[in-house]
């Protein structure tokens, strides 16, 4: 008797409901050794899995996809994005997970505070792991007391604990 081995692989498209990426991991979860997906999801139709989403997901829950691994480089990631983006003159959207121009700002209150006490609080994985810069503090209609004195003090700003207190 013969031994047949089985290369188990997915291939996703037109996942117009947003769930390619989670498919994905389920497929891999399920035994697929190959996921077939696009940088920032572009590709000939809508919703392609993403492969930046995809990467990032085996690498924040290892635990879940164990003993699955890629050996992809994150932090290709986003400058990957980025050539892209410029090769085919369409950006990705800012709010795009992972390297979307708005991946690691914030701007609303809670985040501010949340981020300047821990930072894994609102970022499971840091700028850096995914070649981006750095997180962003934007100062907006959303934004609270601790992200306006951490601000200020990054400008320059000596502000008095009345200041402080407002």
Avoid: W
């Amino acid at each position: 008797m013969s031994t047949v081995c089985l290369a188990v692989r997915i291939h996703l498209v037109r996942s117009l409901v947003g769930m390619a990426v989670a498919n994905s991991i389920a497929a891999i979860t399920a035994g697929a050794r190959q996921v077939e997906c696009t940088i920032n999801g572009i590709g000939e139709r809508a919703g392609n899995a993403s492969l930046e989403e995809i990467a990032a997901a085996m690498f924040v829950r290892q635990d879940y996809v164990r003993p699955f691994h890629t050996t992809l480089n994150l932090k290709e990631l986003y400058p990957s994005s980025e050539i892209l983006a410029e090769i085919i003159g369409f950006g990705q959207a800012p709010n795009k997970a992972v390297v979307g121009e708005n991946a690691f700002a914030h701007e609303s209150g809670i985040h501010q505070h949340g981020m300047l006490a821990n930072p894994l609080c609102y970022e499971i994985l840091t700028p850096e792991q995914v070649g981006a810069s750095k997180s962003r503090m934007v100062l907006g209609k959303h934004s609270g007391r601790h992200g306006l004195i951490h601000l200020m003090t990054q400008l320059g700003y000596v502000l008095t604990d009345n200041q402080r207190a407002l």
